[in-house]
Nanobody
């Protein structure tokens, strides 16, 4: 059973912008604190940002001020608006629950920042 469908990843130049989307199953999305995670080659998966059902947002220091997480509770959809992208943002981006703990991971969407 597919729990998440991530989309929006692409190849973008440094300084560019992208908007990622995540459609989640209602049973997962409803009532959960949702998060965007990323995993770069050779590195552990890390939490980039998370958002409470009431819209409260928290960001990792590395993306604060450049990324914006949002959610549409009626559509079970979450977004990540990324701007001022840097080569070190290159990774596969995943969405999942943050609280309760993450469940099975989806395929993710590849973001590559390169000139």
């Amino acid at each position: 059973q597919v729990q998440f469908v991530e989309s929006g990843g692409d190849l973008v130049q440094p300084g560019g912008s992208l908007r990622l989307s995540c459609v989640a199953s209602a049973s997962i999305f409803s009532g959960s604190v949702m998060g965007w995670y990323r995993q770069a080659p050779g590195k552990r998966r890390e939490l980039v940002a998370h958002i409470f059902k009431n819209g409260l947002t928290i960001y990792a220091a590395s993306v604060k001020g450049r990324f914006a997480i949002s959610r549409d509770n009626d559509k079970n959809t979450m977004y990540l608006q990324m701007s001022s992208l840097k080569p070190e943002d290159t990774a596969v981006y995943y969405c999942n629950r943050h609280d309760p703990a993450p469940v099975e991971w989806g395929q993710g969407t590849q973001v590559t920042v390169s000139s």
